[in-house]
């Protein structure tokens, strides 16, 4: 095997460990962190039964991950505008994706993740919406929405929002759309990363007396990438409109 490919790998299980740590460092330092409210959705739906209260769960964690800023049309809507949605993700072919210590999904499971992400796309599409003077216009199904909901909920996808996709070109994966090549892709990286990200599961079953899943943890690692990436290049520029000053 090629030396450089040894050197390679090395370099990005230690990345692996290290950028998920630092996620994880919020949740284990604040337990009121806004990243927690993962935890709490994805322990709701982990329920065998459906209830009113998995539409509350979905509604605050889409809204403290991002999905009510003053541009979304949920933020026009009350939660229940999720009901269909957690009717959905309670279907047996929705059930079929739940992640959890016993259940993983893989490659095999492409074609389910795609199926259940359009018909929640159909549900927010029939859905319209008013704001101000403007004339109604449905939900935007956005891949960000769609992908936070399944993490959210069944904990089969990485969501797929600006850092995460950020995240995805640093590391040089290919595909960063919602789609089959993308969790293709997905998956080719887990398995040649699998025993590094096994431990990294251990660790966290450790330190937080949780399950996570495959998914959650590329979700984690991808996103810290990108948020890092974003983080230091607005130091530069800041730094850049300083020296110019003096």
Request: aromatic share 10%.
């Amino acid at each position: 095997m090629d030396d450089r490919y040894n050197h390679n790998q090395t370099f990005l299980t230690m990345r692996i460990q290290q950028t998920v740590e630092k996620y994880l460092g919020a949740i284990t330092t604040d337990e009121f962190h806004r990243y927690k409210s993962w935890d709490n959705c994805h322990q709701s739906f982990s329920a065998s039964t459906q209830s009113d209260i998995h539409v509350l769960e979905l509604a605050f964690y889409l809204a403290s991950w991002g999905m009510y800023r003053g541009s979304s049309g949920l933020l026009q809507k009350n939660y229940l505008i999720h009901k269909g949605a957690v009717d959905i993700l309670f279907s047996k072919e929705g059930q079929k994706l739940k992640c959890n210590l016993r259940n993983e999904v893989t490659k095999y499971n492409v074609n389910d993740i795609l199926n259940i992400k359009d018909k929640l796309a159909n549900h927010y599409n029939k859905i319209l919406f008013t704001k101000g003077s403007d004339k109604s216009k449905p939900i935007s199904p956005t891949d960000t929405l769609l992908s936070k909901i399944l993490l959210g909920a069944l904990g089969c996808v990485p969501a797929y929002d600006r850092y995460f996709i950020d995240g995805l070109k640093e590391i040089k994966i290919k595909n960063n759309s919602f789609n089959n090549s993308s969790l293709n892709e997905m998956f080719d990286f887990i398995d040649e990363n699998k025993s590094e990200i096994d431990e990294i599961q251990k660790l966290i079953l450790i330190k937080t007396k949780r399950h996570y899943p495959l998914m959650k943890i590329m979700d984690m690692f991808f996103w810290q990438t990108g948020y890092d990436k974003a983080m230091k290049e607005q130091q530069k520029n800041t730094k850049t409109k300083r020296t110019l000053l003096l």
